[in-house]
């Protein structure tokens, strides 16, 4: 996790339309009456010590908020559409953190938005170089990408995740203490209610148009400061971008690659590019 989670605007760096279905996620349950998709099984395991650890230490990075339950956004015959969570391997030291968000997915609408964009590792096949040429690779890697993205009310009361807790175990936590100050009602009644549900207070791994808001999200960034031009763009089943040089974007990673002379001098093109 990082040291502050939600620091990073996303919705700046997405269009108009994309960027409401973002805002409010309820404009992505767009279901003509009677025809909303079932909500799918997903077991909430019963609140443990070790929950309420991990839970403490989003609240130490801002990636936890609470609402009343009564808030939520529930399914269409009123189900619960709460996620589960689990832990899979990142590296020998660190898990990353998945929110098995599957029947709010479920009630969802897919964006697709990343199909034209995504390059893949097979593109690079389309690369051909000549006698006394190499091709030259620079990539960089967003830490953290999802629990960096800042996100609405509206969304965080999508990722409710886990079973409602005591009050009386958060209630001297920061995120408790911003949900008495922001939503004074709602904290008044889940103080009577005795129990509070957390909320997943990012863009979280999980969420069926996380990897479409994070992608465009990203180019976005990218195209604002004069990178990821269209003739330079790397997209899988598109032509190999005619030139030396070529870019693209997965998410939080991204990729320019050039043609270069055998042999040439790093320390000098990079005086060029200074010049």
């Not at 964006?111 to 006394?132: D, F, I, K």
């Not at 960096?148 to 175990?169: D, E, K, M, Y």
């Not at 004074?184 to 999980?206: D, I, S």
């Not at 992608?215 to 269209?230: E, I, K, M, T, Y």
Request: with cysteine; glycine share 8%; proline share 8%.
């Amino acid at each position: 996790m990082p040291p502050q989670a939600g620091t990073f605007d996303l919705a700046r760096f997405l269009t108009a339309d994309v960027r409401r279905t973002y805002e409010d996620p309820e404009s992505l349950r767009d279901w003509p009456p009677g025809e909303a998709p079932p909500v799918p099984k997903c077991g909430l395991l019963r609140s443990s010590a070790e929950w309420l650890r991990l839970l403490e230490r989003m609240d130490g990075c801002g990636l936890l908020a609470f609402a009343d339950v009564a808030e939520v956004p529930q399914g269409p015959g009123g189900e619960s559409l709460a996620a589960s969570f689990f832990a899979t391997t990142k590296d020998a030291e660190r898990d990353r953190t998945v929110v098995n968000r599957v029947r709010r997915n479920a009630q969802e609408r897919r964006l697709g938005l990343v199909a034209p964009l995504y390059p893949h590792g097979s593109s690079l096949c389309e690369v051909h170089l000549r006698p006394g040429e190499e091709l030259r690779l620079s990539a960089d890697d967003l830490p953290d990408y999802y629990h960096t993205c800042s996100i609405t009310r509206a969304r965080a009361l999508s990722n409710a995740v886990g079973r409602p807790i005591p009050v009386s175990v958060v209630c001297r936590w920061r995120s408790w203490q911003a949900f008495e100050r922001d939503h004074p009602a709602a904290a008044a009644k889940a103080r009577l209610r005795g129990v509070v549900q957390p909320l997943w207070n990012a863009l979280p791994m999980g969420d069926g148009n996380a990897v479409d808001y994070g992608d465009v999200g990203h180019c976005n960034v990218l195209r604002s400061a004069g990178a990821l031009r269209d003739e330079h763009l790397v997209a899988y089943r598109d032509p190999w971008p005619r030139g030396p040089t070529a870019e693209g974007v997965m998410v939080d990673d991204h990729v320019v690659t050039q043609v270069v002379p055998q042999g040439a001098s790093r320390a000098s093109a990079v005086r060029r590019a200074a010049g």
